[in-house]
């Protein structure tokens, strides 16, 4: 019970840090840390007692799926080579790097569970950093960067993770071996991604309902986490495919009731369990914490110097990589988003906040070896980890709002006005260019032209009342000013006829279930 009412403790903090950050400034999640960390500090709350080996399952594909869903193929395409750069070569370089500053600096520390260490922090947390950009009004190309990296570097990460693990605990490394198994690994994820996004397609379309499709979206990533786990393969690179395969094959363009009920549906699950993964980790420094007991001056400085050896290499990474993907850019032309200028690459650096990923995967670091010795400096493992991604999470976190308004790093919003502009006249001529076709068959009396015509128009300049600055600017004006007027009236006569029928649910004999039809009958209409 102690555990239950803990967690509806978390879920509250989830939707409530997002109001109050807004009014702070501050990123929802680094609230919800520290709000974990209050709450560790409280003698009375419980310890957290989630088996590690959930963690994983249980949090991160619905977050993937979600945060998949805010981006696009098309968007990975052009990115590839920076998310490649960021997500696979950062990962092996900042691995390398902290395995070998920690096999120097803990005493007894094996190599390969320095590598085990290395690759649980190398990855930074794309819930983390999506959320806090999104929040930011980073550029966009930055935001597609940053949700690109996120979503494949744990992929590298996690497969890395576990060939350390193996060798740490069977004492035995292959080369060869393991750059199979990352290899197969990933073939397998792919395929499991493509087999379960197909069915799920076909699915859809038998499903009918908006709430039985959506009910089915909410199955996917776990299916496909789970299947590609039990054939050996990344479960987090299967929810990946699954997702960008759903996403850009699985809703109807008409399906108006399905897309809004979706997105409204997934925002509020991606609030919440962001709310409880980050409010998990700062109620698990309670536990760390314990192991530090008489150590501390030690072990802090152990995890200062990781920390700094993970938040220098990233810089020292990206400083270079920048300057070559801005001169293959500038040669091939290549359709991608990349940073352009210092600016932009200091934020992207401080934006590599470590969070659930690293969280579960230093918990899930075994207790004992196959010969049953404990696992060599589990402890430290454990707290290291820990203090990389509280210094991460809590420092950059907080100072990142500071650094993007000192560095006056914000989104070109003149280029997204244009781009609305330009997609509400596609709009507007693809409406045209159907009440052409429609008049060539059938014949229209020509006020209902005119009226169909006007329709047309109005598409466009609902989404963009500057769309036709270039046209008659005053008789715009004063069109979508008696748009608006008979816009409003409208929405009024549709509340007034919504208060009615809930009124009728507390009238003598009334059914609620035909209260409901029609009520839904009713919203459907004021959505159109």
Do not use: C
């Amino acid at each position: 019970m102690e555990q239950l009412a803990l967690l509806f403790a978390l879920l509250l903090g989830a939707v409530l840090s997002v109001p109050v950050g807004d009014r702070l400034g501050l990123p929802a999640p680094v609230l919800m840390t520290l709000l974990g960390i209050g709450l560790a500090l409280i003698r009375a709350v419980p310890n957290v007692d989630i088996p590690p080996d959930l963690i994983l399952p249980l949090v991160l594909p619905p977050l993937l799926y979600a945060a998949v869903h805010r981006t696009s193929w098309r968007q990975f395409q052009a990115n590839k080579r920076p998310i490649f750069l960021l997500a696979v070569a950062l990962v092996f370089v900042t691995t390398a790097a902290v395995a070998v500053t920690a096999n120097a600096i803990v005493p007894g520390l094996p190599l390969a569970a320095a590598v085990a260490l290395g690759a649980l922090v190398a990855p930074p947390d794309p819930v983390a950093a999506t959320a806090v950009a999104g929040q930011l009004g980073l550029p966009r190309r930055m935001v597609s960067i940053l949700e690109g990296e996120g979503l494949f570097n744990d992929v590298t990460a996690i497969v890395l993770y576990h060939v350390a693990i193996a060798a740490a605990v069977s004492g035995s490394f292959s080369l060869p071996k393991a750059a199979l198994d990352l290899a197969l690994s990933a073939v397998v994820a792919i395929a499991v991604g493509f087999a379960i996004g197909w069915a799920a397609n076909r699915l859809m379309g038998y499903l009918g309902d908006a709430t039985l499709q959506i009910g089915l979206t909410l199955l996917l990533p776990y299916a496909a986490y789970v299947l590609a786990e039990e054939l050996k393969g990344s479960g987090v690179l299967a929810v990946v495919t699954t997702a960008m395969f759903v996403a850009e094959n699985a809703f109807d363009a008409d399906d108006v009731l399905t897309r809004l009920t979706g997105r409204a549906f997934w925002d509020v699950v991606d609030t919440l369990v962001t709310g409880v993964a980050f409010g998990l980790i700062g109620l698990e420094v309670h536990n760390v914490v314990r192991t530090a007991q008489g150590r501390w001056g030690e072990m802090l400085g152990w995890a200062a110097a990781v920390v700094g050896v993970v938040i220098v290499v990233r810089l020292l990474w990206l400083m270079p990589m920048t300057w070559v993907t801005k001169r293959l850019h500038a040669r091939r032309d290549y359709d991608e988003d990349i940073p352009l200028s210092w600016r932009e690459t200091v934020v992207m650096w401080w934006s590599g906040m470590r969070g659930v990923a690293s969280v579960a995967l230093a918990l899930a670091v075994p207790l004992t070896m196959d010969d049953h010795a404990p696992f060599p400096d589990r402890d430290e493992i454990v707290f290291v980890a820990f203090g990389v991604i509280m210094g991460t999470l809590v420092l950059q976190g907080l100072s990142l709002p500071w650094l993007v308004k000192r560095l006056k790093v914000r989104a070109d919003t003149e280029a997204e006005q244009e781009f609305e502009k330009t997609l509400a006249l596609r709009a507007a001529k693809a409406a045209k260019r159907r009440l052409k076709e429609i008049e060539d068959v059938e014949e229209l009396p020509e006020e209902v032209q005119e009226q169909m015509l006007r329709r047309a128009y109005d598409i466009g300049l609902r989404i963009n009342p500057e769309m036709g600055a270039e046209e008659r600017r005053e008789a715009q004006t004063k069109r979508y000013a008696r748009i608006k007027r008979i816009r409003r009236i409208q929405n009024e006569m549709m509340s007034a006829a919504r208060h009615e029928v809930l009124a009728a649910r507390s009238e003598p004999g009334a059914d609620p279930e035909v209260v409901d039809r029609v009520l839904r009958h009713l919203d459907v209409r004021s959505l159109r």
